[in-house]
C-alpha cells in the first residue's frame, strides 16, 4: 500500500502521459501551451497557426507573440501525438520548444 | 507609366511570378504575391512553395534605363549625367531616345521575366530570433519595351542570394542581385534594416521604420536611399515610402 502510495504521482501522470499527446492518442478537449522557436511576427505566426488549423481535430488556436506562444485545443477528432504538431509546425518553417498541457481558458 | 508598364508586363506573362528576395518563401503549400513598385527597378513576383525550404515561380522585373547618362534627376537627358558603372546595354546609342515619362532621365525600359527557383539555405529558429541565407535562380527573357531597341529579346538568367535576421523589434538584411543576358547586365545589390515602433500583436498591425540602401548598375539611378514605413499584419506586409531621390516606393506582400 505504501509502494503505491508513493508511486501514485508517477502512475497518474504515466496514465496521463497514455491520454495525451504522447502516447498512441490524445485525451479530448486538453488544451495546450506550445513555445515556439523563431515566431518572431504576426506574418510568421500565421503560417503556422495555417498549419495547425489544417490538424483534424485541432481548435480554438490563439497566439500570444509577446511569450512566442500559440495555445490550441485538441479534440475527439485529433488523431495525432506530439509528433504530428511538431512536424506540422516544422513545415510552417519553425521549431517547436516545448509543448504542455494548459489549463484551458 | 511606370506601373502601367509593370501592369503590362505581368500581363505579358502567361503566369505570376516569383517571389525573389524581400521574403522569398512562406511556409510549404503556400503561394505568395510580392509587388513592388520602386522606380528605377521595380517587380512582381510570385512563388509557390512545394517544401518548408524550396519553391518555384515567376518573377518579373521593370528596370529603366538610360541610353546614354545615369541620372540623379537633376541632369537633362542627353546631358551631363555620370555614365553608366557597370551596365552594358542600352544597344543603340542614344540619339533622338524620347524620355519615358516619370523615369526622370530614362529613355528606355526592360522587361525582365523569368521562371525561378528559390531555396532557403539555412534557417537559424532562435528562442527571440530568426536568421535565413536564400537563393534564387532564374531563367528566362529579357525585352526592351520602350526606347532605342524595341526589338530587344533574348534569353536571360538570373541568380541572387539574400541573409536575413530579425527579432520581434528589429530586421536587417543584405542582398545581391544579377540580371545577364548577351547584351545587357543589370546588377543590384542591398543593405535594408528596421525597427519596430510598437511591440508585436498577433491582432493588430505592427508599424516598422525601415531604411534600405540599394545600388543598382545598369538603370538610371547608381545609389538610392529608401525610409519607408513598414505596416506588418499577419495576412500581409505593405511598405509605403519614397527615395531621398523622390522616387516613390510600395511594396505588397501577401500569402495565401
Avoid at chain 2, 509593370?6 to 518563401?25: Q, R, Y
Avoid at chain 2, 515567376?58 to 557597370?86: A, K, Q, R
Avoid at chain 2, 541565407?133 to 520602350?146: K, N
Amino acid at each position: 500500500m505504501n509502494v503505491f502510495m508513493a508511486l501514485r504521482p508517477f502512475l497518474l501522470s504515466s496514465l496521463l502521459a497514455l491520454l495525451t499527446l504522447g502516447g498512441p492518442a490524445t485525451a479530448a478537449g486538453t488544451s495546450w501551451l506550445l513555445k515556439i522557436n523563431g515566431m518572431v511576427c504576426a506574418f510568421c505566426a500565421q503560417g503556422i497557426q495555417k498549419k495547425l488549423t489544417a490538424i483534424p481535430g485541432i481548435s480554438d488556436i490563439s497566439v500570444d507573440m509577446a511569450t512566442r506562444t500559440i495555445r490550441l485545443r485538441t479534440g475527439e477528432g485529433f488523431r495525432g501525438n506530439t509528433e504530428t504538431i511538431r512536424q506540422a509546425i516544422k513545415e510552417a518553417g519553425y521549431v517547436l520548444q516545448s509543448i504542455e498541457p494548459t489549463p484551458a481558458r | 507609366m511606370g506601373l502601367l508598364a509593370l501592369a503590362t508586363g505581368l500581363a505579358a506573362a502567361t503566369t505570376p511570378t516569383a517571389e525573389s528576395l524581400a521574403a522569398p518563401l512562406a511556409y510549404k503549400d503556400s503561394t505568395t504575391l510580392k509587388l513592388t513598385y520602386s522606380p528605377p527597378w521595380s517587380t512582381a513576383d510570385l512563388n509557390r512553395a512545394v517544401t518548408t525550404h524550396d519553391g518555384f515561380g515567376l518573377s518579373v522585373n521593370w528596370i529603366e534605363t538610360s541610353s546614354g547618362s545615369s541620372g540623379d534627376g537633376s541632369s537633362d537627358e542627353g546631358g551631363g549625367g555620370h555614365p553608366h558603372h557597370g551596365g552594358s546595354t542600352s544597344p543603340a546609342a542614344s540619339g533622338g531616345a524620347h524620355s519615358v515619362h516619370g523615369m526622370g532621365n530614362a529613355d528606355q525600359a526592360e522587361l525582365w521575366s523569368f521562371v525561378t527557383y528559390t531555396r532557403l539555405l539555412q534557417r537559424w529558429n532562435g528562442s527571440s530570433s530568426q536568421a535565413n541565407i536564400w537563393l534564387d535562380l532564374g531563367a528566362g527573357t529579357v525585352s526592351s519595351l520602350v526606347g532605342t531597341n524595341p526589338n530587344l529579346q533574348e534569353a536571360a538568367l538570373s541568380a541572387a542570394v539574400q541573409i536575413d535576421a530579425e527579432t520581434q523589434r528589429l530586421y536587417g538584411a543584405i542582398s545581391a542581385r544579377t540580371l545577364q543576358s548577351s547584351s545587357a547586365s543589370r546588377n543590384q545589390a542591398s543593405i535594408k534594416t528596421g525597427v519596430a515602433l510598437t511591440a508585436a500583436n498577433y491582432e493588430r498591425i505592427q508599424p516598422w521604420i525601415m531604411v534600405e540602401v540599394r545600388g543598382m548598375q545598369g538603370t538610371t539611378m547608381d545609389v538610392e536611399v529608401i525610409p519607408t514605413l513598414r505596416l506588418l499584419h499577419r495576412r500581409y506586409v505593405l511598405e509605403l515610402g519614397a527615395s531621398l531621390h523622390g522616387h516613390p516606393h510600395a511594396s505588397l506582400r501577401y500569402t495565401f
